[in-house]
Each structure stands twice: as C-alpha cells, then as structure tokens.
C-alpha cells in the first residue's frame, strides 16, 4: 500500500537558518503530494501541493518539488522564523484524485531565536 | 466564510460510555473524511463520506466505530464502549469533491478524546 516517511523531529534551528524536512514516498504511478503544517493546539493547514513530476509547489517561503526519480518531496525554506514553530506532515493521495491522504508521522520543527 | 467545524474540542468519557463527535463541513462541501492521530502519530484515515453514503470506510475499527452523513445536519462520528486505546485527537475533513487531480481536504480543528 501507500506509505510516507518524513524525517524524524524534533528539528531544531536558530532564525534565519535554512530548514530542509526531508520525505519520501511509496506508491504505484503518479500521486498527489502535499505539506500540511499543524500549529499547537489546532487542526492542519494545506502548506503546499504539487500534482505531477517537476511541479515545484511553494507559499509563504517554503518550497517543495515532486521529484518521481527518487520519490521525494522534500520542503525547504530559505530562512526560517520563530512563527514557523509547527508540527509539519508530508501526505500523498493516489492516483487520479482519491478520497484519502496518506499521511507522514510528522516532524517537529521548533525555531529559537 | 467559516471552516470546517468540529465538536466538542475536548471530550472526557469513562470506559465503557459512549462518545459522539461532531463535524460540519466547509460550505459547499460534500464530501467529508474523518481521520485519528494516536499521540506522536501522524494522521490516519479512518472513512470517507458524501450525504447519505459511506463511500469508503477502510480505516475503521470493525467494532464499536460507525459514521454517518446525514441529508441534513453534521456528519457523526460514533464510538461505542470507548476504551482507553481510543484516546486520540480525531480530525474532520471536507473537500468539494474528488474529481479534479490535487483536490484539497480541509480539516478541521480536531476533537481531543481522553478516555479514562
């Protein structure tokens, strides 16, 4: 079946440090790839999405390409603020659109000033 | 244009007792999906739903689980006898639907169930 998995939290960073969380995936032919990012205490926020090979999805900074060679979809941020202290999760729906997401464990990102 | 809403937010049951969670989807949306994180888990899937029909429940527990989608009202997500193992933050999604290629699930912001 489908799987994800993200590298293992918590991450620790200072402000104004690159951030990469590093996923990769498992699934027959071409899924959806997305970043959802969870704040303390609330639910999840859709980050970024791409849907096919090369796509690069990106939004408030952070960045992410669907890379099929090596069934990755690492995010990336140039330079990272305490604001994006966060738990973020790696997800993939299948092929065609579907009605599930396949969800990473999720890693911690903590940024200290 | 208010979100996906879920409750209660927090929700203490005893074993044995019943526990009944709440969703309202997006406006204009009919589809919903219901999903579990145990602690330090990611998000498992639990059933996908459109009124009236359950369209794919996989992810649910054979026994003391069931969902619903009425033509009017929230979507439910019941749990009978709740056992200990049942304590989670269960999360609500909806989308508009599922034909276009990266449609998006928004979620809710989840009920924390503690059984005790």
């Known amino acids: 079946g489908d799987s994800v998995t993200q590298m293992e939290g918590p991450v620790t960073l200072s402000e104004e440090a690159f951030l990469t969380i590093n996923c990769t995936y498992t699934?027959?032919?071409?899924?959806?790839l997305f970043w959802y990012v969870q704040y303390p205490g609330e639910g999840l926020q859709l980050l970024l999405k791409?849907?096919?090979?090369?796509d690069k999805g990106s939004n408030k900074g952070f960045e992410a390409t669907y890379r099929k060679e090596t069934t990755s979809f690492h995010l990336e941020k140039g330079s990272v603020q305490v604001s994006d202290s966060a738990v973020y999760f790696c997800?993939?729906?299948?092929?065609?659109?579907?009605?599930?997401?396949?969800f990473g464990t999720g890693t911690q990102l903590k940024v200290e000033l | 244009n208010a979100g996906v809403m879920q409750n209660p937010r927090h929700l203490v049951r005893r074993r044995g007792q019943e526990a009944r969670l709440r969703c309202s989807p997006m406006?204009?949306?009919?589809?919903v999906y219901w999903y579990r994180q145990l602690p330090e888990e990611g998000l498992k899937f639990m059933v996908y739903?459109?009124?009236?029909?359950?369209?794919?429940e996989s992810g649910m527990p054979k026994e003391r689980f069931s969902a619903e989608f009425p033509k009017e009202g929230p979507s439910i997500l019941r749990i009978q006898q709740v056992v200990r193992g049942d304590s989670a933050a269960y999360f609500c999604?909806?989308?508009?639907?599922?034909?276009?290629?990266?449609?998006?699930?928004?979620f809710g912001p989840g009920t924390r169930l503690t059984v005790t």
């Open positions: 699934a027959t032919g071409y899924p959806s």
């Open positions: 997800a993939l729906s299948p092929t065609g659109g579907g009605n599930k997401l396949t």
């Open positions: 999604a909806s989308s508009r639907d599922r034909g276009s290629r990266g449609y998006e699930q928004y």
């Open positions: 406006k204009g949306h009919s589809h």
């Open positions: 739903l459109q009124k009236e029909n359950i369209i794919d």
């Open positions: 791409a849907t096919k090979a090369d």
